[in-house]
Nanobody
Framework: QVQLVESGGGFVQPGGSLRLSCLASGTIFSINAMGWYRQAPGKRRELVANVDTDGSTNYADSVEVRFTVSRDNAKNMVHLQMNNLELEDTAVYYC???????????????WGQGTQVTISS
C-alpha cells in the first residue's frame, strides 16, 4: 500500500558529496515522520537523520555536522545532503517513514529497499 523508493547512491571519493532522495507513494493520508537509516557490513542498522512529526530533526552524532536532512512535503519526499563524506559512511542507506493511510488509521512503518553509498579512494 505504501512504497518508499530511494535514489542518489553511488561511489564517491572521501571528501565528496552525495544527495539522497526518497519518494513515498501509495495510500498516504499523512507522513508523520520520515528519515534515513544506514547499515554497514557487520554492524547494526543505525539512525542517520530523521524529521519527526513536529518537524524537529535528529541526527547521529557522527554525521550531524556534515549531513542535512530536509523534507519536501509537497512531493512526499525526504532528502539527505551528505557532505565531507568519509570512509566510515560506506553503507546501505534506507529511507523510513511513519505513515497514516487514512484519518484514524493505524500508523504504519514503511522502509525502502536501500541505496548503496560507497566511499573509496
Amino acid at each position: 500500500q505504501v512504497q518508499l523508493v530511494e535514489s542518489g547512491g553511488g561511489f564517491v571519493q572521501p571528501g565528496g558529496s552525495l544527495r539522497l532522495s526518497c519518494l513515498a507513494s501509495g495510500t498516504i493520508f499523512s507522513i508523520n515522520a520520515m528519515g534515513w537509516y544506514r547499515q554497514a557490513p557487520g554492524k547494526r542498522r543505525e539512525l542517520v537523520a530523521n524529521v519527526d512529526t513536529d518537524g524537529s530533526t535528529n541526527y547521529a552524532d557522527s554525521v550531524e555536522v556534515r549531513f542535512t536532512v530536509s523534507r519536501d512535503n509537497a512531493k512526499n519526499m525526504v532528502h539527505l545532503q551528505m557532505n565531507n563524506l568519509e570512509l566510515e559512511d560506506t553503507a546501505v542507506y534506507y529511507c523510513r517513514a511513519k505513515i497514516l493511510t487514512s484519518w484514524g488509521s493505524r500508523e504504519v512503518e514503511a522502509w525502502g529497499q536501500g541505496t548503496q553509498v560507497t566511499i573509496s579512494s
